[in-house]
Nanobody, 129 residues
Framework: QLQLAESGGEMVQVGGSLRLSCVIS????????IGWFRQAPRKEREPVGC????????YYRNAVSGRFMIFGDYAKKTVYLQMNNLQRDDTALYSC??????????????????????WGQGTQVTVSS
């Protein structure tokens, strides 16, 4: 049974940094895409960014581009979300996800088009002024 577990969330001041971890356990043959998502109170979940594990290609939403970075240590079965220059709008529950079944919308293996089907429980990030 593939499982994801996030950690690293905490309260931080505006301008601060955090590194979130997504530990993957139980996967068997292949790891496809890992996506990071967030959901703020009273808002819908939105994608933050993702990494395609086959070639480490990453994508980010515009609001975090240049401030956030996703990278993996696959020997440790862990994908990280490094968040710098945090703003109050970054306050949210952050979750990681993977497309365990290996499905994508279209024929290109692109994490931005992955059909995520396995999710972690999330870790809370709170940015205070």
């Amino acid at each position: 049974q593939l499982q994801l577990a996030e950690s690293g969330g905490e309260m931080v001041q505006v301008g601060g940094s955090l590194r979130l971890s997504c530990v993957i356990s139980g996967f068997a043959s292949e790891l496809y895409s890992i996506g990071w998502f967030r959901q703020a109170p009273r808002k819908e979940r939105e994608p933050v960014g993702c990494i395609e594990t086959s070639d480490n290609t990453t994508y980010y939403r515009n609001a975090v581009s240049g401030r956030f970075m996703i990278f993996g240590d696959y020997a440790k079965k862990t994908v990280y979300l490094q968040m710098n220059n945090l703003q109050r709008d970054d306050t949210a529950l952050y979750s990681c996800a993977t497309n365990r079944a290996g499905f994508y919308s279209g024929t290109v293996r692109n994490c931005g088009r992955a059909q995520y089907d396995t999710w972690g429980q999330g870790t809370q990030v709170t940015v205070s002024s």
